[in-house]
């Protein structure tokens, strides 16, 4: 059986936003003058308030966030966010939830924080706390709680807090604020920048209306921020289509079926030029791309190489990539959402690879085991590994995450590719494993049951699911051009 693969982790990420702690660098020389937090306070004491915001894609509304700041007693505040979304996968609808409560201090630097993430399928409970440049970070999924501590400067911020920073002072035109971020799923560092503007008349949502354009910049994504006469936030318009819009608390709430409408799946699919007629078969294709840096395709996966006209050839058995002695034990270890070392997954890779006669042969009868094992149903949760062999449903991020905690459980390096692949005439997004063979890494393919992957997909990324983040940057933009076709790699 096979079903349309889903992958909307960069949209999630995105929309997700609260589950990044931001820390200030400190000042650094900047055109214009750079704005540490406490500058941007001056000293102001933020009033109670609450926001209600429409989150909306491709027209039609999918959401609300509900934001509330209070002041407390000892001259700290509570930040408090509760967040809905929820859209269409292959027809079925998908509901999501996000909550989480912060506490900072009286310059809104990050004391204690804790929410969780939940869908029909799926939760992620998380907390954390800061003291003295220590960060300690809690996930629990799966009914097993992952601890995490790391050195911290001081103050902290959550992301929370950024927008009260901007209403609580000025960025002018050329002013900045400059951040770090850490992501505590992925745990990796981010450069936030904010550039301020001064006041001018826009046109937003038909309307004519005075605010501060500021921008944002995290990696490669920008999001663009409206800020009224007041410091409030009138609309901020993200990647991949996300807006989200200032409105009544009545307004918010308001939903319709019409939300069905919007498809995830249809939504970012990227129709190519050409076509396959046996995608699953193909053992070479060769691929013309516009509007992604294809010079980074390489070192994704040893299966995809540059020509020089700039073409991406991708073959079905892949090159050497990296030799032993620069094999980054990362991909050995346990991650927050892939629990390797847990009995439960120890004991189900041991079983399911009873028989294999190599190293290869072992991991695809992995591939062949997580197929038959997950039931296919479209999942818009924060997939665990652990979770997943619980309830033993979803899609391909589940089945991704599956494989690759249980080959690492056996000794074996394993990642997650993530990209495009070719199915019912579109390029949809996706995600399968990937694991080590000597020196090689080998991709497999357990949502559709192959044991190795065909060649009809293009990897834009690997890592863990975390690093979907960075295929934001291709949605809306990529263009595909198949220029060949081979049903075996003779």
């Not at 937090?37 to 027209?59: C, D, F, N, S």
């Not at 001064?198 to 354009?213: I, S």
């Not at 019912?424 to 990937?434: E, G, I, L, S, V």
Request: negative net charge.
């Amino acid at each position: 059986m096979q079903i349309r693969p889903t992958y909307w982790w960069g949209l999630y990420l995105l929309w997700g936003g609260m589950l990044t702690v931001l820390l200030c660098e400190g000042a650094r020389s900047r055109d214009g003058g750079m704005k540490a937090p406490e500058e941007l306070l001056r000293a102001t004491r933020l009033p109670p308030e609450t926001v209600w915001m429409g989150i909306y894609l491709a027209g039609q509304k999918i959401g609300f966030i509900q934001s509330e700041l209070e002041p407390l007693p000892e001259g700290g505040y509570e930040i408090s966010e509760i967040s809905r979304m929820q859209a269409a996968m292959l027809g079925v609808m998908q509901r999501m939830r996000l909550q989480m409560t912060a506490v900072t201090d009286s310059a809104l630097a990050l004391v204690s924080f804790d929410g969780e993430f939940a869908t029909e399928q799926y939760s992620a409970i998380f907390k954390g706390r800061h003291y003295q440049r220590i960060l300690k970070i809690e996930l629990t999924t799966g009914g097993r709680t992952t601890e995490k501590v790391f050195p911290a400067p001081e103050p902290l911020y959550l992301s929370q807090a950024v927008k009260p920073l901007l209403q609580g002072g000025r960025l002018h035109s050329g002013d900045s604020l400059i951040l770090s971020g850490f992501d505590p799923i992925s745990l990796q560092m981010q450069d936030l920048v904010v550039v301020g503007a001064d006041n001018q008349t826009h046109l937003l949502f038909g309307q004519e209306v005075r605010a501060r354009k500021l921008i944002t910049r995290m990696e490669n994504l920008e999001s663009v921020l409206y800020v009224d006469d007041h410091g409030e936030v009138i609309a901020e318009f993200g990647p991949m289509g996300l807006v989200m819009r200032r409105e009544s608390a009545e307004t918010a709430l308001a939903m319709s079926d019409e939300t069905a409408a919007v498809d995830f799946l249809n939504l970012y699919a990227v129709k190519p030029q050409g076509a396959f007629n046996s995608p699953r078969q193909c053992k070479l294709a060769a691929y013309k791309i516009r509007g992604f840096d294809v010079s980074v395709l390489p070192e994704v996966s040893g299966r995809q190489c540059l020509q020089e006209d700039s073409s991406l050839i991708v073959v079905y058995i892949p090159n050497p990539e990296v030799s032993a002695s620069k094999f980054d034990s990362l991909w050995l270890n346990p991650a927050p959402l892939i629990e390797s070392n847990a009995p439960e997954i120890i004991r189900a890779a041991q079983d399911a690879v009873k028989g294999g006669k190599t190293r290869l042969d072992s991991l695809g009868l992995l591939s062949e085991w997580v197929f038959k094992t997950v039931n296919k149903k479209p999942s818009a949760g924060l997939p665990s590994a652990l979770a997943v062999l619980q309830q033993k449903e979803g899609d391909c991020n589940e089945h991704s995450a599956l494989f690759t905690a249980l080959a690492r459980s056996l000794g074996i390096p394993a990642r997650i590719q993530m990209g495009l692949v070719y199915q019912n005439d579109r390029f949809y997004y996706h995600a399968w494993p990937t694991a080590r063979v000597d020196s090689q890494w080998f991709e497999f393919e357990p949502t559709f049951g192959q044991r190795l992957a065909d060649a009809a997909r293009i990897a834009l990324t690997t890592g863990d699911l975390s690093a979907a983040i960075k295929i934001a940057p291709a949605v809306g933009n990529i263009e595909i051009e198949i220029l060949a076709e081979k049903a075996n790699d003779k």
